[in-house]
């Protein structure tokens, strides 16, 4: 499958890897836009949010834990952090391979833009 996280996952890529366990990988984003901008991903290819199947639950509730958990290895838990999944084309996502967010570090806008 010619998917660039699958190739993350497999090490045919180089990443900056923060967390990795059997089922989830967490990586810097190689375009940081905040002073901590990781991704968190399942090791599992799903292309969107759109794709996840009620197997998929636990998977989904294990990114959002290693999200908080690098949080606060990463010691930003307190002030505050922002996860985000983008969904197809009018929320930007550019890779079909379902990743949180993770951004911290700056205060964060809202409206997102
Ligand atoms: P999306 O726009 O799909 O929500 O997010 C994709 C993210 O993947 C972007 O923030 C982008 O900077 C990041 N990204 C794209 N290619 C690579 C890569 O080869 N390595 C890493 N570490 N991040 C990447
Ligand atoms: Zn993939």
Same mark, same amino acid.
């Given at each position: 499958?010619?998917?660039?996280?699958?190739?993350? /996952?497999?090490?045919?890529?180089?990443? #900056?890897?923060?967390?990795? *366990?059997?089922? /989830?990988?967490?990586?810097? *984003?190689?375009?940081?836009?905040?002073?901590?901008?990781?991704?968190? $991903?399942?090791?599992?290819? $799903?292309?969107?949010?759109?794709?996840?199947?009620?197997? *998929?639950?636990?998977?989904?509730?294990?990114?959002?834990?290693?999200?908080? #958990?690098?949080?606060?290895?990463?010691?930003?838990?307190? #002030?505050?952090? &922002?996860?985000?999944?983008?969904?197809?084309?009018?929320?930007?996502?550019?890779?079909?391979? /379902?990743?949180?967010?993770?951004?911290?570090? &700056?205060?964060?806008?809202?409206?997102?833009?």
């Amino acid at each position: 499958m010619n998917c660039l996280f699958c190739k993350i /996952i497999n090490k045919e890529i180089p990443s #900056k890897i923060v967390y990795e *366990d059997d089922k /989830i990988l967490a990586f810097e *984003d190689v375009s940081p836009q905040a002073p901590v901008h990781i991704l968190i $991903i399942p090791k599992k290819h $799903i292309s969107t949010s759109l794709d996840i199947k009620d197997e *998929d639950n636990e998977l989904i509730g294990l990114m959002a834990q290693t999200a908080n #958990k690098i949080a606060k290895d990463k010691g930003v838990a307190e #002030k505050g952090f &922002r996860t985000v999944m983008n969904c197809n084309k009018d929320a930007g996502q550019t890779v079909f391979h /379902i990743h949180m967010h993770l951004l911290a570090g &700056r205060a964060m806008q809202w409206p997102p833009g």
